[in-house]
């Protein structure tokens, strides 16, 4: 069943713009947990620029988006992990930040990454990213509203997720690495009923 209209479309293709910004979000989970208010976290980070951008309007628009996956998980918890936890625990939060804001990371994160864990097919290729896309883009006529580039580019976003997330040495590696969820957002998780979100860690119990 195709979407009717693109803006009907679960998948943004604002990923492009937005990325994994691990930093980001450890700076707006660290004000969040400090129990600062949504306006007042946005006001410090754009008073303070405390991302370091160029422009006002580029740090407001990634602290919006980063305010936007931080409350996309609904539990503070998971928001001061990011913000206190030691930084591969923090990013691998964040990770899940990202595929609870976004559709598409999501269904790349389970439909893809967490089948090559299942099946114990350790090859992730160029090829497995194309189908993935060529099947969202049958699926959903907001997808096959984009431009070829706009594809490469998120592509390219999705792998350098798995980069920061050790799940791939690198932008090159075509070999999936055996992760391990850490026990803070395995138990959150656990705990708001989200095991669907499980394989996406290599969690299969």
């Not at 997330?165 to 690495?177: C, F, Q």
Request: with cysteine.
């Amino acid at each position: 069943m195709r979407n009717a209209t693109q803006s009907d479309s679960p998948y943004k293709a604002s990923l492009t713009r937005e990325q994994f910004c691990f930093y980001e979000m450890r700076t707006t989970a660290k004000l969040m947990s400090d129990g600062l208010s949504d306006e007042e976290v946005m006001s410090r980070i754009v008073q303070e620029n405390l991302f370091q951008y160029p422009t006002e309007k580029s740090v407001r628009s990634i602290a919006q988006m980063c305010v936007s996956r931080l409350h996309a998980m609904n539990n503070k918890g998971l928001v001061a992990a990011i913000a206190e936890q030691p930084v591969d625990d923090s990013k691998q939060v964040c990770l899940y930040a990202m595929m609870k804001d976004s559709r598409l990371v999501w269904d790349f994160m389970l439909t893809v990454v967490a089948e090559k864990y299942r099946s114990q097919n350790m090859k992730l290729t160029k090829m497995d990213l194309n189908v993935f896309f060529m099947r969202l883009q049958e699926q959903d006529d907001g997808v096959a509203a984009w431009s070829e580039s706009t594809i490469t580019k998120i592509k390219q976003i999705l792998t350098r997720i798995l980069v920061e997330n050790g799940y791939l040495d690198n932008n090159r590696s075509e070999t999936l690495n055996p992760v391990l969820i850490c026990p803070t957002l395995l138990n959150a998780i656990l705990a708001d009923g989200e095991k669907a979100a499980l394989p996406a860690f290599n969690y299969f119990r």
